[in-house]
């Protein structure tokens, strides 16, 4: 006897909120990003090409960045 699985999505659900926080890395360079909380940052800055690679532009070469500090930034 075969069973029809539906696949059932939420939809409407309210979006959860973000904030826009700071994030320092070793070289005391500094980005924003807009994330919902501080491991939502780390997740979101560490699959950046692996972990923590970045670059200016495509022909530079990728430098690794360790995340000094987190911080929520209140305008």
């Given at each position: 006897m075969w069973y029809i699985v539906?696949?059932?999505?939420?939809?409407?659900?309210p979006t959860l909120p973000e904030a826009t926080w700071e994030v320092?890395?070793?070289?005391?360079?500094?980005?924003?990003?807009?994330?919902?909380?501080?491991?939502?940052v780390r997740r979101i800055v560490e699959k950046n090409k692996g972990?923590?690679?970045?670059?200016?532009?495509?022909?530079?070469?990728?430098?690794?960045r360790t995340?000094?500090?987190?911080e929520l930034v209140t305008w």
């Open positions: 539906y696949n059932k999505t939420m939809r409407n659900l320092t890395f070793d070289n005391h360079s500094t980005m924003f990003i807009s994330a919902r909380n501080q491991s939502h972990f923590s690679l970045w670059r200016r532009t495509p022909d530079c070469p990728w430098q690794k995340i000094d500090k987190i």
